[in-house]
Nanobody
Framework: QVQLQESGPGLVKPSQTLSLTCNVS??????????WNWIRQPPGKGLEWMGV???????YYNPSLKSRTSIYRDTSKNQFSLQLSAVTPEDTDVYYC?????????WGQGTQVTVSS
């Protein structure tokens, strides 16, 4: 089973850039057909898909977040990262990285990020 672990600051100031990294073990982020996602969940609300980096390095983003979101990877470290710019308190969420292959989904434990001055 693929293991994923999110890391990054738990507190970000408004207007700054949120940066998170997902460390992957038990599988390669370049393995064929795997999709590596970032998903977030606001307090008391449903999950919101933010974007994905595919095994070949292609990226796709939620249109509502595309202008502020960047997902990239470091294959030498087997990790992928999220940057969300110009954050506001509305970006206060639990952020998850996930791995997908067909109907299979593996999840990180999630990390709380609070946007506050």
């Amino acid at each position: 089973q693929v293991q994923l672990q999110e890391s990054g600051p738990g507190l970000v100031k408004p207007s700054q850039t949120l940066s998170l990294t997902c460390n992957v073990s038990g599988g390669s982020i370049t393995a064929n057909y795997w999709r590596w996602n970032w998903i977030r969940q606001p307090p008391g609300k449903g999950l919101e898909w933010m974007g994905v980096i595919v095994y070949d390095g292609s990226t796709y983003y939620n249109p509502s977040l595309k202008s502020r979101t960047s997902i990239y990877r470091d294959t030498s470290k087997n990790q992928f990262s999220l940057q969300l710019s110009a954050v506001t308190p509305e970006d206060t969420d639990v952020y998850y990285c996930t791995a997908g292959l067909g109907s299979r989904r593996d999840w990180g434990q999630g990390t709380q990020v609070t946007v506050s001055s």
